[in-house]
């Protein structure tokens, strides 16, 4: 079994080569599991709206809207539209089919579902392969802090175009939550543990933040492999190039490997970063240069071969991790 760790488009796309890598696999399909982050959720119109589980689910089962990697492809905005018409706002964007998936969620989780078992309906539903698990039936809300005061994430993320500073991130009711069972069995079993190239502090952070997440990566057999969403000094898309450096790490591969820390068995980073690769073997991870934009299906089964290849030759825990205990210091203060 190969686990990932998945937060949005980012997340979507690499969860994907991997489906894609393993079902076409000679020896038979190894079951995937992607342990999603719900710490964007949250509760708009009375729904309740799970952007990066619904952004792998579409693209898992095929029906992402490619131009924007989130949403429905070929969706249309009716329902926006009459908001509008009634002067709302409507500023998280919501096609007709996404509002659909959020309705039947919320009905179901009214009717007392756990988001588990609701995320595992509409992944079967949509012919999904790979077994999706919310990294918890609890709720945990990420909280963006900003020299002005805290923000909810989306209200900092779509309504404010993630363009204020960020101080911190605290992950509100993380204390309460528990991951679920089936994601700290999996990461028992995992032949390989794959950090998807998903924004570290937002997307991967709240994850690794459920309890015993950490320890269940540190402890399993299986190596630990991170893909750099940090391509020559900035991100593909999205934050994370200036929320790393907020937060005092480099914005490269390195600052990548360097805010995982001691968690890393291996870091895959972009060929225009090769520079990199001893600095980042120097921290006691492995590197593997390659190229890592996803532009089409190919680019991603292709980096997920090439991963799940390079993972195979990684021992758990053999790495010497020199500045491992100084990176856990480093790492941001939470709360
Ligand atoms: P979000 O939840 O939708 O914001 O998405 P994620 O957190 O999962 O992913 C956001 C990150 O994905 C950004 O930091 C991007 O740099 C990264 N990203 C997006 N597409 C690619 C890609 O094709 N290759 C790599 N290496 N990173 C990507
Ligand atoms: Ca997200």
């Known amino acids: 079994m190969i686990v990932a760790l998945a937060g949005g488009v980012g997340g979507a796309k690499m969860a994907h080569g991997l489906s894609l890598a393993l079902t076409t696999e000679a020896a038979g399909p190894a079951t995937l599991t992607v342990i999603v982050n719900t710490g964007d959720d949250f509760d ?12 792998v689910l579409y693209t898992l089962a095929g029906l992402a809207n490619e131009a924007t990697g989130w949403g429905v492809v070929g969706d249309t905005t009716a329902a926006l539209d009459m908001l509008r018409r009634y002067g709302e706002e409507a500023w998280f964007w919501l096609g007709d089919r996404d509002l659909a998936t959020s309705l039947l969620r919320t009905a179901r989780l009214s009717a007392g579902e756990p988001l588990s078992a609701v995320t595992r309906g509409l992944a079967q539903a949509l012919g999904v392969g790979a077994r999706l698990l919310p990294m918890t039936d609890g709720l945990v809300a990420t909280i963006i802090q900003t020299p002005d005061g805290e923000l909810a994430f989306q209200d900092y993320f779509v309504r404010r175009r993630h363009q204020d500073v960020v101080s911190g991130v605290r992950f509100a009711g993380v204390e309460h939550a528990r991951p679920l069972p089936e994601a700290l069995a999996a990461l028992t079993q995992a032949e390989a543990i794959i950090l998807c190239p998903s924004n570290p502090l937002l ?25 750099s969403p940090i ?11 200036r929320i790393l450096a907020a937060q005092g790490f480099e914005v490269s591969p390195l600052g990548v490997a360097r805010w995982y820390g001691a968690l890393l068995d291996g870091l895959v980073l972009d060929a225009t970063d090769a520079a990199l690769a001893p600095d980042i073997a120097a921290l006691g991870v492995r590197p593997l240069v390659t190229q890592t934009i996803m532009r089409d299906d190919a680019d991603r089964e292709r980096l997920a071969r090439e991963t799940l290849a390079f993972a195979a030759t990684l021992a758990h825990g053999q790495a010497s991790h020199p500045t491992g205990a100084a990176e856990d210091d480093a790492r941001m203060k939470q709360g």
């Not at 708009?44 to 952004?55: A, E, K, M, S, V």
């Open 44 to 55: 708009h119109y009375g729904l309740r709206i799970c952007p990066d589980l619904d952004t």
């Open 203 to 227: 997307s991967i952070e709240p994850i690794l933040q459920m309890e015993g997440m950490r320890a269940a990566l540190a402890q399993a057999d299986a190596p630990v492999v991170a893909v």
């Open 231 to 241: 391509i020559g000094g900035q991100a593909l898309k999205g934050p994370a190039d």
